[in-house]
């Protein structure tokens, strides 16, 4: 599949800010982010150092976007495959260096090259179509809150799990995988929701807070996905939002 | 050589210096400049206090990277202090400035500064050996980083070798001079910038993590 070299250019023209500019430019070379990073910690290979993701953004920009598929396979493998963006790196870098938000943008030339991997474009498809990114319905999230719920009675009598309601101090979120493949999470937020006695509700649209778009680096998933939590936090005039892991 | 000395140490010094002086200035307002037009989140969580503090953490060890690397660390401040106090306070350069603006201050004695000189070569050298024996920086390093520490190295060589009078003196104050105006006029246009934008981008990291609450590290 040819690249799309006109999306990728328009991409890496929005992506270059004041941050990416100065910390591409500043980066020592020096390697004290490996100390920090889960990657290199576990297997110390070379192209595990933080600093190693820099390089095939450095290299779209050095062709100023015309990138070919080579380079961005290269860049899917490291700067999808080796990072998850937790920031630690940052936290161990001199210049405070923030490698995840220079990673989003490499995804993001990623993105516009049409290079957004299977699993995370899966999921944003799901998302699509039903609001969270599992794909499930509705009706079978309601039914597994009601199902926790009743579980959770057994042992508090007085457990609720409010849902929709306007003006609550907390709207609590989740990650879809705790509704659809381990519903006992569910129950043991809502057993600490409950025994902490926290004025919290759930929400029937824009439950699901993980956002894939923000990981994918695709900037209007992204602000979809948000824009989905925000809007029933809005409805529902709530004080602040839990978000999910 | 005599021309080209009193060139370097002339009218080339005062171009150098102000490239450098309006270089570094420069660099500051275009990153608020691009920040306005493409990253305005940076200059609206930008907080002073959160600013200051990452700074000081990592002006003085006190970091987690001062634990996890304690070596680096260590020959990176005998690096960097030895360098700041030979440029600034040296008794030539002293000298030199008095001769040409009058002004004048406290001087390093002559036998500190040639320590100074031979600690900041042995640092260098310790960052020279780390990219070529440890495998992760070696994978990192790029030409442009042998090229920025040998422009940051060749003043400190030759200035030491002239004031041992080692070699052909004429000709090595002369390159000296050379040298040091080469790195002054580097220092706006390579990571060199990271003597100025280090503040910018841990005023920036410190302000985010202040937005989290996670401390300075
Ligand atoms: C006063 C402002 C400065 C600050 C706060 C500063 C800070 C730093 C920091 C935090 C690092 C990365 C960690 C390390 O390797 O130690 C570094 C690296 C470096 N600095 Fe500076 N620096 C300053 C000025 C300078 C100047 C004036 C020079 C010119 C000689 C210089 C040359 C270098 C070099 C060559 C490296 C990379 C060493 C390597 O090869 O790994 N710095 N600096
Ligand atoms: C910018 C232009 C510069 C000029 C014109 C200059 C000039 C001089 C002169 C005239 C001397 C005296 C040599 C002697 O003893 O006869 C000297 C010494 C020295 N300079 Fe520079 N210099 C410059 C930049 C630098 C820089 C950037 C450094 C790096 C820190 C440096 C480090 C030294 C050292 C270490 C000595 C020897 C001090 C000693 O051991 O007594 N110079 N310089
Ligand atoms: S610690 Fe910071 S400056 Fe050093 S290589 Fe890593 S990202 Fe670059
Ligand atoms: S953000 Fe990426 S590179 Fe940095 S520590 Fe986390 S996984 Fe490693």
Redesign the pocket.
């Known amino acids: 599949m040819p690249v799309d070299v006109a999306a990728v250019k328009e991409v890496l023209a929005a992506k270059q800010g004041a941050r990416l500019k100065m910390w591409l430019e500043i980066c020592?070379r020096?390697g004290l982010c490996a100390e920090g990073c889960h990657f290199y910690q576990s297997d110390p290979r070379p192209e595990y150092a933080p600093a190693y993701r820099l390089k095939p953004l450095m290299e779209v920009i050095r062709r100023g976007g015309e990138v070919d598929e080579e380079l961005i396979k290269r860049l899917c493998e490291v700067d999808y495959g080796t990072c998850t963006m937790c920031q630690r790196c940052t936290m161990y870098c001199?210049?405070g260096i923030g490698v995840n938000v220079l990673v989003r943008a490499a995804r993001s030339i990623a993105v516009a090259a049409g290079a957004t991997p299977l699993g995370l474009a899966r999921g944003q498809a799901n998302f699509e179509e039903s609001g969270n990114n599992l794909g499930m319905s509705g009706p079978d999230y309601l039914e597994t809150v009601e199902w926790q719920l009743e579980e959770l009675q057994a042992e508090l009598p007085d457990a609720k799990a409010p849902m929709d309601a306007a003006g609550a101090r907390t709207m609590v979120t989740f990650h879809p995988r705790d509704i659809k493949f381990y519903p006992q999470n569910l129950y043991s937020y809502l057993k600490i929701y409950n025994a902490c006695g926290e004025d919290f509700t759930l929400t029937s649209e824009g439950w699901d807070s993980t956002n894939l778009g923000l990981f994918s680096g695709n900037d209007a998933i992204a602000a979809k996905m948000s824009g989905a939590v925000v809007a029933a936090a809005e409805r529902l005039g709530v004080r602040r939002v839990l978000t999910a892991e | 050589m005599d021309a080209l000395y009193t060139l370097a140490t002339g009218p080339l010094l005062m171009f150098s210096f102000a490239v450098f002086a309006l270089g570094a200035a420069a660099r500051v307002a275009l990153f608020v400049r691009l920040a306005r037009r493409k990253d305005l989140p940076v200059l609206q969580g930008f907080q002073p206090h959160w600013a200051a503090r990452s700074i000081l953490h990592?002006?003085i060890p006190a970091n987690v990277t001062a634990k996890a690397s304690p070596f680096?660390t260590g020959f990176?401040f005998l690096?960097?202090i030895s360098?700041?106090a030979c440029a600034v306070f040296c008794q030539a350069h002293v000298v030199l400035i008095d001769a040409a603006w009058s002004l004048s201050w406290w001087t390093l004695p002559d036998q500190a500064a040639d320590l100074l000189a031979q600690a900041f070569l042995a640092a260098a050298a310790f960052?020279a050996a780390r990219?070529l024996l440890i495998p992760v920086v070696r994978t990192l390093t790029t030409p442009a980083?042998w090229l920025?520490?040998a422009i940051?190295v060749a003043p400190m060589l030759t200035g030491l070798l002239a004031a041992r009078q080692i070699g052909d003196y004429n000709l090595m104050i002369t390159l000296h001079a050379l040298a040091g105006n080469l790195?002054l006029l580097a220092i706006p246009f390579t990571k060199?910038s990271?003597?100025i934008l280090?503040f910018v981008s841990r005023a920036v990291t410190g302000s985010d993590f202040g937005k989290r609450q996670v401390g300075a590290w």
């Open positions: 020592a020096c001199p210049y | 990592w002006l680096v990176g690096f960097h360098f700041l960052f990219r980083d920025v520490l940051a790195l060199l990271h003597m280090f």
